[in-house]
């Protein structure tokens, strides 16, 4: 059913005009709708003056609509697309180039377009609904509802986009991890990197809505403030929350099927990676071994030499021919002792590097990821939710009486 409903959609898609394709395609809509935006208010404060200062003196409004800008210029800011992104896996040998890439990139086009145009035109009539309940003037509701159309145009294209690793897996596209490799995410850090991208620009209006839950629980109090909190408050709480899980979806699904493929490897990896620690196990003990009985045999050497200067120093009759044959003798065993100490000496530089080596194999095995993100980008990525989340918790901390029996009044 879903997908004739899709296949329809796409037919009446595939016929509409290049410029709105291109529109929704190459991300030119928030230059068109900024145009377009700042020319409305212009026209605004000259012919609807009291209107428009009424507009301005609403921090909330005005603030929430500069967080709608500031989310459609981060989605329109210059960053790889998803065909750069196959790209560089293809560049790094994660993926074979073949035929098949070629039919992927064209199914991930046809669902953008497709998913652009629903989304954009869902979210365009949902934001003329949303001002026509509030009885916001026809002119707000056409300007937001264009707007609307543009950030559902950028939700369509950002789901579309996160169907590519299904896409890899339903056309059997095999994934080359590569343990140990140098972007610490074993090669698979520009799927890491597309998709922290979309997770931040959910972040964008999560971190309004944290802001304004934590103005109207613990900011000054004044009769504005207080309208807002009694209006307010429980809305943005819910939709602060929301907003995060959407960003822990919009970052961790589109990995999924990375993960899987990590996971596994991983799974595979623990054998080699036991083989690798008893070798550095065994070459250790060898080091150990080595330098036991170098040890030994310097002790050895120096009691025989001990020895030879007890004898020639007691036996006077010795002439000195016979004195001079033991001096030859004793450099030959003395050179025979330093080419000895030398080959040892090559040895155990030999195991060292293989130590250095193995135990470095070991590190990269033993720490491989199951996820395509480095550690930088784990940390940013929770961090940044702790963060928002707090201002929620202080909230409900205070609905609980929490605070009130931790610090008093």
Same mark, same amino acid.
């Given at each position: 059913?879903?997908?004739?409903?899709?296949?329809?959609?796409?037919?009446?898609?595939?016929?509409?005009?290049?410029?709105?394709?291109?529109?929704?395609?190459?991300?030119?809509?928030?230059?068109?709708?900024?145009?377009?935006?700042?020319?409305?208010?212009?026209?605004?404060?000259?012919?609807?003056?009291?209107?428009?200062?009424?507009?301005? +003196?609403?921090?909330?409004?005005?603030?929430?609509?500069?967080?709608?800008?500031?989310?459609?210029?981060?989605?329109?800011?210059?960053?790889?697309?998803?065909?750069?992104?196959?790209?560089?896996?293809?560049?790094?040998?994660?993926?074979?180039?073949?035929?098949?890439?070629?039919?992927? *990139?064209?199914?991930?086009?046809?669902?953008?377009?497709?998913?652009?145009?629903?989304?954009?035109?869902?979210?365009?009539?949902?934001?003329?609904?949303?001002?026509?309940?509030?009885?916001?003037?026809?002119?707000?509701?056409?300007?937001?509802?264009?707007?609307?159309?543009?950030?559902?145009?950028? !939700?369509?294209?950002?789901?579309?986009?996160?169907?590519?690793?299904?896409?890899?897996?339903? *056309?059997?596209?095999?994934?080359? !991890?590569?343990?140990?490799?140098?972007?610490?995410?074993?090669?698979?850090?520009?799927?890491?990197?597309?998709?922290?991208?979309?997770? *931040?620009?959910?972040?964008?209006?999560?971190?309004?809505?944290?802001?304004?839950?934590?103005?109207?629980?613990?900011?000054?109090?004044?009769?504005?403030?207080?309208?807002?909190?009694?209006?307010?408050?429980?809305?943005?709480?819910?939709?602060?929350?929301?907003?995060?899980?959407?960003?822990? &979806?919009?970052?961790?699904?589109?990995?999924?099927?990375?993960?899987?493929?990590?996971?596994?490897?991983?799974?595979?990896?623990?054998?080699?990676?036991?083989?690798?620690?008893?070798?550095?196990?065994?070459?250790?003990? +060898? &080091?150990?071994?080595?330098?036991?009985?170098?040890?030994?045999?310097?002790?050895?050497?120096?009691?025989?030499?001990?020895?030879?200067?007890?004898?020639?120093?007691?036996?006077?009759?010795?002439?000195?021919?016979?004195?001079?044959?033991?001096?030859?003798?004793?450099?030959?065993?003395?050179?025979?002792?330093?080419?000895?100490?030398?080959?040892?000496?090559?040895?155990?530089?030999? *195991?060292?590097?293989?130590?250095? &080596?193995?135990?470095?194999?070991?590190?990269?095995?033993?720490?491989?990821?199951?996820?395509?993100?480095?550690?930088?980008?784990?940390?940013?990525?929770?961090?940044?939710?702790?963060?928002?989340?707090?201002?929620?918790?202080?909230?409900?901390?205070?609905?609980?009486?929490?605070?009130?029996?931790?610090?008093?009044?």
């Amino acid at each position: 059913m879903f997908y004739s409903i899709y296949t329809t959609i796409k037919a009446r898609v595939d016929k509409l005009p290049d410029w709105l394709v291109a529109f929704n395609k190459r991300y030119i809509g928030f230059r068109i709708f900024l145009s377009v935006f700042a020319a409305w208010a212009m026209l605004e404060f000259i012919f609807k003056k009291d209107e428009f200062l009424a507009f301005v +003196e609403d921090f909330m409004l005005i603030s929430g609509v500069l967080t709608f800008l500031l989310a459609l210029a981060y989605l329109s800011s210059p960053s790889a697309t998803i065909n750069e992104v196959i790209q560089r896996l293809r560049n790094r040998n994660v993926i074979t180039a073949d035929e098949r890439i070629a039919e992927v *990139k064209s199914i991930l086009a046809g669902r953008t377009a497709v998913l652009s145009f629903i989304l954009g035109v869902l979210a365009g009539t949902s934001m003329y609904f949303v001002f026509q309940q509030a009885n916001a003037p026809r002119d707000w509701c056409i300007i937001f509802t264009f707007g609307g159309y543009v950030v559902g145009s950028y !939700v369509g294209a950002m789901v579309a986009d996160a169907t590519l690793g299904s896409l890899f897996k339903s *056309k059997g596209i095999d994934i080359n !991890v590569m343990p140990g490799h140098i972007d610490s995410a074993c090669g698979l850090k520009p799927i890491g990197d597309y998709y922290f991208f979309h997770a *931040k620009a959910l972040a964008i209006p999560a971190s309004f809505f944290a802001a304004w839950v934590m103005i109207m629980t613990v900011g000054v109090q004044s009769p504005t403030i207080a309208q807002y909190e009694a209006q307010w408050l429980e809305l943005h709480s819910w939709l602060l929350v929301s907003f995060i899980f959407l960003e822990f &979806l919009a970052f961790l699904v589109p990995m999924w099927t990375f993960h899987q493929v990590m996971a596994r490897q991983k799974k595979h990896l623990f054998k080699r990676c036991d083989r690798v620690s008893y070798e550095i196990v065994r070459l250790k003990n +060898e &080091l150990i071994k080595d330098s036991q009985n170098a040890n030994d045999n310097k002790e050895a050497r120096e009691e025989d030499t001990r020895d030879d200067d007890d004898t020639r120093d007691d036996d006077d009759t010795r002439d000195d021919n016979d004195t001079r044959d033991d001096n030859d003798t004793r450099d030959d065993n003395d050179t025979r002792d330093d080419n000895d100490t030398r080959d040892d000496n090559v040895t155990r530089d030999h *195991k060292l590097k293989q130590i250095d &080596l193995l135990t470095e194999r070991y590190t990269a095995l033993d720490r491989f990821p199951t996820w395509p993100i480095d550690p930088t980008m784990s940390r940013k990525f929770t961090l940044g939710n702790l963060i928002l989340i707090v201002p929620y918790l202080v909230q409900l901390m205070i609905d609980m009486d929490i605070v009130k029996s931790l610090f008093g009044s």
